[in-house]
Nanobody, 122 residues
Framework: VQLQASGGGLVQAGGSLRLSCAAS????????MAWFRQAPGKEREFVTF????????NYAASVKGRFTISRDNAKNTLYLQMNSLTPEDTAVYYC????????????????WGQGTQVTVSS
């Protein structure tokens, strides 16, 4: 499956952004999906995942209550709604797909999008 992330940009603290990840290739609905992010000089970190049907989600503590992951299997698209953004959310955001159960480890995700930059100004 090929993944294309979009929707990043520059936003002021307290603002919102919605990221999208368009999938093509093999059946999108059979994959667990996740968002990770990587800030300059830091390792890639887990943000959130969603199972293949969209019923099960999980969030990193740092974004819980502010970010919402969702998917539209009919449109082969994954979303990340980000609210109440802070400068600490500044990073390149990556979507990823796994044919296994979803989790927080990068190694279980076989496919990755190219990343979209999110910058939050104070």
């Amino acid at each position: 499956v090929q993944l294309q992330a979009s929707g990043g940009g520059l936003v002021q603290a307290g603002g919102s952004l919605r990221l999208s990840c368009a999938a093509s290739g093999r059946a999108f609905s059979s994959y667990a999906m996740a968002w990770f992010r990587q800030a300059p000089g830091k390792e890639r970190e887990f943000v959130t995942f969603i199972n293949f049907s969209g019923v099960i989600t999980n969030y990193a503590a740092s974004v819980k209550g502010r970010f919402t992951i969702s998917r539209d299997n009919a449109k082969n698209t994954l979303y990340l709604q980000m609210n109440s953004l802070t400068p600490e959310d500044t990073a390149v955001y990556y979507c990823a797909a796994s044919s296994e159960r979803p989790g927080a480890r990068t190694r279980i995700y076989e496919y990755w999008g190219q990343g979209t930059q999110v910058t939050v100004s104070s």
